[in-house]
């Protein structure tokens, strides 16, 4: 099946620092990928959209200017949580669709504020 | 607005019995609807891809059943094994959904030894 490549695994940081995840697919291109975040015995919630040389589009409550996203190539999308605090702590999950239709997932990223 | 929701939310059945996960959703308008199972810690791996235009696909000892008009899918896993423990996933992609995934709650799936 296909694969798409999530960076790091797992990461810690202080808190007011910035951290950024990469999401890649690694066999087939992506124009849209999409950010998740998940938290412990809970389904996946929806963050963003990322869209290959445009403007992310953010759901409802989710702060652009706390949650970075880029997505400069066809193949790789970045989120980066800048001044990050403990509540930012969680599980962040990427995602793209091959042929717009099927979903693929990174591994997903562990992320602890302390 | 989508909803998607999952019956049961934790399900334990011993080892070789055969299982059925069940997934409604409000909104009958549907693209797909994707069948995942999450491990702990870990991301989504992809089970099966249901179009709207069909209504069963199977891959192994899965089965995944779309009954779009009455808003189900149920996912049938035969002759469980504790390797098939995890939380199942179903989401769906809607016509006018831009291919957002609408995530139901999950179930959670132990199969003991």
């Known amino acids: 099946g296909a694969v798409v490549s999530q960076h790091p695994s797992r990461v810690i940081c202080k808190s007011g620092t910035s951290v950024k995840i990469e999401c890649r697919s690694l066999?087939?291109?992506?124009?849209?990928m999409f950010w998740y975040r998940q938290f412990p015995k809970q389904s996946l919630m929806l963050m963003a959209t990322?869209?290959?040389?445009?403007?992310?589009?953010?759901e409802q409550g989710v702060e652009k200017d706390k949650f970075l996203i880029n997505h400069a190539s066809l193949t790789l999308s970045t989120l980066t949580v800048t001044s990050a605090h403990p509540e930012d702590s969680s599980f962040y999950i990427c995602?793209?669709?091959?042929?717009?239709?099927?979903?693929?997932f990174g591994q997903g990223t562990r992320l602890t504020v302390v | 607005k989508q909803e998607v929701t999952q019956i049961p939310a934790a399900l334990s059945v011993p080892e070789g019995e055969n299982l059925v996960l069940n997934c409604s959703f409000t909104d009958s308008a549907i693209y797909n609807l994707q069948w995942f199972r999450q491990d702990p810690g870990k991301g989504l791996t992809s089970l099966l891809l249901?179009?709207?235009?069909?209504r069963e696909q199977t891959s192994g000892r899965l089965n995944a059943s779309l009954d779009k008009s009455s808003g189900r899918s149920t996912l049938y896993i035969a002759a469980s094994q504790p390797g098939d423990s995890a939380t199942y996933l179903c989401a769906v992609i809607t016509n006018t959904g831009f291919q957002k995934l609408v995530f139901g709650t999950g179930t959670r799936l132990l199969v003991s030894p």
């Open positions: 995602s793209a669709h091959r042929a717009a239709t099927e979903a693929f």
């Open positions: 990322s869209n290959e040389g445009s403007k992310a589009t953010y």
């Open positions: 066999d087939f291109q992506a124009t849209t």
């Open positions: 249901i179009q709207s235009s069909q």
